[in-house]
């Protein structure tokens, strides 16, 4: 027993070495992929899409290839042409485990991976395991290619000293940037946030702050007939109604104003949102009417001065082909993806097309549907209100001749218009906002925002 315990611990470690932990790595990857139903087609086994089918059949050929290969291997001497395949086979094997992780952890975490996003796991220990898997592969690249170069380049003159210069300078660049990639992803896994840009900090804060109910809302589940004595408040609109960027959903505006009118007395409020981000006012309507069968007493439109954009593009959108190199950088990379946000702020800060919220002639268009929110939400038997939440505001100029044109046209089409500029006018831009990457209200204008219109409800009930 003694003498095949002996002969099986070296013939293991042999297999290891040699190609056996990236064969883990590879099956950890395939267990992720497989565990994945495809959505719009299934032709193979009714479960995967031809190109999932495909990307596991080469996984599995190449986990093969890597058994025979250390089978074979093991049993020759090893050499110093080995001493990179442990390294290698270590970090093949913290990349597979952490796709498979990610992949428990995040429903969406493999349309991703098929997307392109090869180290783009939002759960922190999954997120991490990649870093140190990117670190080791660095490790075998070096042992396996370093002494190599550098014997070439050892004691020469002239270009070759040059060259060996270079290449030591791109190496402590490297290595300077896979630091930046692990200080960034730590910051991500101990506090992400909001960053007005679909970057793995911006997922990894929905992950952690922003579960969905049953409906697929940021709310919890409603029945359908209100309790005895309470009232109900229906909060309609886009990603501000949906609270982005705040943590706490007790933060909002609706909630924040179901407890001013709570109170206030006589009745109990309950607050129920119906949001979806990068919407505009058809979308709320559809949203509105779904959201009427839980009987709303008040129906809130929280207008955001993106909502024309059906009739006139508004918020800009840019993507990058699938392929392309810089895509694929931004998609796998917490560092390149905080360098991509600053630098599309910087062009963000540019002159562009001119505010349609300018045009008096399109924005009496546009109220004409904000009139049929209103319209739906009466027949419904709900109190409507428009409330237009833009903390830009403050900022004069632009923002505020846009505001003052949009509350004047809705004031003058007879719509239940409730400005909010009034309130904000004691606070700066910067205490209004999630942070100087993404300029979403915060808690504080949702709660201030809330109070103008909780006295305006209760002047209606006096």
Known sequence: MHGTRVLICPAMTRWLRHGGLGALGLGFLAAALASHRSEAERAVFGRWSWGIAIVLGALAVAAVGLVVRSVHQGRRATGDRASSFPWAGCGLLLWGGAQFLSSRFDASAVTRLLDGGLCASVHPLPSLLEWVAIVLLLIAATCRWGPRLWSRVRGSTGARAALANLGLTAVAVVAVLVLGEGLARLRVAIHPTVQGFPSLSTLAWRMRYAPLNAAGQRDRDHPLTAPEGRARLLVV???????????????????????????AGPRTWESITRARSDTHTLDHIDLLGQALAFHPDVAVLLYVFNDIDYLSRVTPRR???TLHPLRLLIANSCLAQEVAVRVWLLSRATPGAVDPYLDVTLVRQHLEDVRR???????GGARPLVVPLDVRVVQQGEPRARYDLFVREAVAAGLPIVPIDDALAGSSFDELTINRIDRHPNARAHGLAAAVVADRLRDGTR
């Open 237 to 263: 609109g886009d990603s501000v109604a949906w609270g982005w960027g705040v943590e706490k959903t007790e933060d909002r505006f609706g909630e924040q104003l179901a407890r001013l009118l709570t109170a």
């Open 319 to 321: 993507r990058l082909g």
């Open 373 to 379: 929110f209103v319209e739906v939400a009466r027949a």
